[in-house]
């Protein structure tokens, strides 16, 4: 589990009084039924509408918009590209056969390739950041991670990832995707799970041209886009519910949930003011295998909220996330006497320390069981029609 400390929009960092965040915290931390400010359950996602193929040019492309205005729109772009085998993957009896013709390719300008993870080319722009800033970069690297994760285990990668080994046309040739994902608008929230939910949909959209060549000869395509396959087959007609198959659990393009803890509540999709608010935020990757009727992990990453940015060492007096609600006081009778800092009555004060282990898997499992969150939001968006 890797830890990130973002730079944060002033967008996404709510003004809310001492009070209000203390009546916030107080509200989602209730035991049993955690009250949300717009209502919602604490695994009940923000309505949004979705559509596909929506850029012409594009070997698939998707847009989804949330209720409050934020969207996104994902392009994905496909190319054929040869392949070179790193000179660490090749046994010793091959290295000697294939060294003169590795150079003559590299030599006739080539493309390099010392890793699969270099297939896929995923660039994020956000309003009001630079390309290079720490958000996007961030975030485009996050999302291209899980898409490319590396192999476990000795399995096969097209059952690993779901996705290299889809990339692959023979030893020779390759496809490269490069994925655009715009941001339509200033982030209201951290932005992660709609631009991933977005690409997730842009990918499930992917056609590429029917190949029409066989073994290792250089690869040509069918002309027709309509007999285009896509990268990740559809499934028409929905399977039983005994149905255990791997043709049951389709092979997917991995989706990034946003989840937070309050206390002892999980709650999902969390708003801006929720994040403000939140003990620990974490985005889980999962995918769907097909091996399995059970999703995959892929990664897990700490995302500071807005409560955990103030750099060390600064007294609670100066701290602007702490908007006022520290004093310094003189009175012994006001000093907690564990900590020998101030105590504000109904006062929220940002949570310090680490966040229980037993809280971490509960947010963890609730996410990967079956008929859980993951799996909920795979079935809506598989249940978007791709035209």
Request: net charge negative; aromatic share 4%.
């Amino acid at each position: 589990m890797a830890s990130q400390r973002q730079a944060t929009s002033a967008s996404q960092v709510p003004h809310l009084s001492p009070a209000e965040l203390s009546y916030l915290y107080t509200s989602l931390s209730l035991p049993k039924t955690p009250i949300r400010p717009d209502g919602r359950s604490p695994t009940q996602f923000r309505p949004l509408s979705a559509e596909t193929n929506i850029l012409p040019g594009t070997n698939g492309s998707a847009r989804i918009g949330f209720a409050d205005g934020t969207q996104a729109i994902v392009g994905v772009k496909a190319e054929v590209e040869k392949t070179i085998i790193a000179a660490d993957t090749l046994d010793s009896r091959s290295l000697g056969q294939q060294g003169d013709q590795l150079n003559r390719e590299g030599e006739e300008g080539s493309a390099a390739v010392s890793g699969q993870g270099e297939w896929v080319q995923m660039s994020i722009e956000i309003p009001g950041f630079r390309d290079d800033d720490a958000l996007p970069v961030f975030l485009s690297e996050m999302m291209r991670e899980s898409l490319v994760g590396s192999v476990e285990d000795g399995k096969d990668v097209e059952m690993a990832g779901g996705l290299k080994g889809r990339l692959v046309i023979n030893k020779r040739w390759h496809w490269r995707l490069y994925i655009d994902v715009l941001l339509l608008s200033q982030p209201l929230a951290y932005p992660l799970p709609l631009l991933s939910l977005t690409t997730h949909l842009a990918l499930l959209s992917t056609k590429l041209p029917k190949l029409k060549s066989t073994g290792e000869e250089d690869p040509f395509f069918d002309d027709d886009w309509a007999a285009a396959e896509y990268l990740y087959p559809r499934i028409t007609n929905k399977p039983a519910k005994h149905t255990t198959t791997a043709q049951s659990h389709p092979v997917r393009p991995p989706v990034t949930l946003l989840v937070i803890s309050v206390g002892e509540n999980i709650i999902f999709d969390p708003n801006r003011e929720e994040i403000a608010v939140a003990d620990a935020v974490l985005a889980i990757s999962v995918t769907r295998t097909g091996d399995s009727d059970t999703l995959k992990l892929l990664s897990i990453r700490t995302i500071d909220p807005p409560s955990r940015l103030t750099q060390p060492g600064i007294p609670n007096s100066e701290n602007v996330n702490m908007l006022g609600a520290t004093a310094p006081s003189d009175d012994p009778a006001l000093l907690n006497p564990a900590t020998g800092e101030e105590e504000v009555s109904r006062v929220w004060r940002p949570r310090r320390g680490g966040v229980k282990r037993s809280v971490i898997a509960r947010m963890v499992k609730t996410v990967l069981e079956k008929g859980g969150v993951g799996e909920e939001v795979l079935e809506g968006l598989e249940g978007v029609e791709v035209i």
